[in-house]
């Protein structure tokens, strides 16, 4: 699949996002192996640790799909510059993808790659967990 178009679909996915309380919506979208793409957006709650950040949420829907091998994730959001996934997503792409690609866009045109390895350079496990 075409950059632009996981670009495309992880701005689709901002636009469900629910944040009423940080008003950052973030979306996602996750492409794995075997070509199936997974969308996520964040979704928080007034108790802020039961909130779900947009990647752990494509994440989720792509590990209850059965899908366990990640090679991109395009990560959307309105902030410039775009964000980057927090420490506790970083974590769990690890978990599935260590050299997964990470793309942060926002809708202005900017964008930032870079390999998960680079975000997270010491994970929870070290580099053969």
């Known amino acids: 699949m075409e950059e632009e178009r996981l670009v495309e679909l992880a701005h689709k996915a901002r636009e469900n996002a629910y944040a009423p309380y940080s008003n950052s919506k973030v ?3 996750l492409l794995t192996q075997s070509g199936h793409v997974y969308l996520g957006c ?24 059965g899908e366990r091998d990640f090679t991109v994730i395009v990560i959307s959001s309105e902030n410039s510059p775009p964000v980057s996934p927090c420490g506790g997503c970083r974590q769990v792409l690890f978990e599935f993808s260590r050299h997964i690609k990470v793309i942060m866009v926002n809708d202005r ?21």
């Open 109 to 129: 045109g900017e964008k930032r790659v870079r390999v998960l390895s680079e975000l997270l350079p010491e994970p929870y496990g070290g580099q053969d967990a």
């Open 27 to 29: 979306g996602a979208a």
């Open 42 to 65: 964040n979704v928080e709650n007034r108790s802020y640790p039961l909130g779900v950040c947009a990647e752990r949420s494509a994440v989720s829907a792509a590990v209850s799909a």
